[in-house]
């Protein structure tokens, strides 16, 4: 009697553990009808859109918001193989695929026929401002020191950045230089895939200065490795001990911004449970941490109001190049 009373007891035990883990995997991805989801990142780990990337899935992972989401990279011309990947997975209902403003200059640049707008737009998610770096024992102790020395001589100032020509760390050097009475096209702007990238460039000596985002630099900043001459925005970068080029007298501000595209031709499920699982990773405060953290501001978007942002930034991107004499 004992033993069956011992056996019902571990019985009933382990149906409630069964049941307990199955709702656990139905808290994620199986409640919303995403089974197998990938998140591509266009550039190289260590860059800005593999920080954002890591840090979304991360935190929707440890929130149950879904189950596993295996992120991967596709390097090259700043965006455009990964963009190309994305357009042809159409239909594709497990892939997402973190971009930005980099992405929409690569493909111009590139002569590609992938444009965001084309994509299943799923949610913008942040804005950043774009940093002014050099080395920390770097000649150039302020943004005044870097511009006389690139009003004197644009092509011995060399800039690197992060992304392909029409990108946001190649464009905000370029309106910088229109700013300060630097003709662009004499700019020596040389491309990084990736923050990660540009980082040992900038460490090794081989650029003057880079143009970037702060958050994936915030670490060498905080350790003197690196050094904020000026940031991009209109007000000051928390903990970052850097001045606005309005401040310092340049009369500009610019900002990047990141998002979240699946292929085209995917259903409307599948493309409501993943604006769904990031609308619930926007409200949570681990991400709300993560976006102080990182210096981004929140930006969040979806649906048509998305959608037509994206064809405006196509046409930024090109209006801009087109003036610079790069299309």
Known sequence: MRFRQLWAAVVAVLLAVTMVTACGVTRGDESRGLHRLRMMVPNSPGGGYDLTARTAVKIMEDTDITGRIEVFNVIGAGGTVAMARLMNERGNNDLMMMMGLGV?????????????????????????????????????????????AWKADPSKVS?????????????????????????????????????GDLLTALLGKKIAAGTTGLGEFVDQ??????????????????????PTLTEAGIDMTFTNWRGVLAPPGISDDAR???????TELHDT????????????????????????????????????????GLL
């Open 104 to 148: 929409v200059g690569a493909v111009y640049t590139n002569g590609s026929s992938a444009r965001a707008s084309d994509a299943t737009a799923l949610a913008k998610m942040v804005e950043e401002q774009e940093g002014i770096l050099v080395p920390g024992d770097s000649p150039f102790r302020t943004i005044d020191d870097l511009v006389a």
């Open 159 to 195: 800039i690197g950045g992060g992304s392909s020509p029409g990108g946001p760390d190649h464009l905000f050097p370029m309106e910088t230089a229109r700013a300060v009475g630097v003709d662009p096209r004499t700019v020596n702007y040389i491309t990084y895939d990736g923050g």
């Open 221 to 242: 900043i905080e350790a003197g490795q690196v050094r904020v001459l000026a940031v991009s925005g209109a007000e000051r970068v928390q903990g970052i001990d850097a």
């Open 272 to 278: 409501d449970a993943m604006v769904a699982a990031l």
């Open 285 to 324: 405060d681990e991400w709300k941490e993560a976006m102080v953290k990182n210096g981004w501001s929140d930006a969040f978007t979806t649906g048509p109001e998305f959608e037509q942002f994206l064809k405006d930034q196509d046409e930024r991107v090109s209006t801009t190049l087109t003036d610079l």
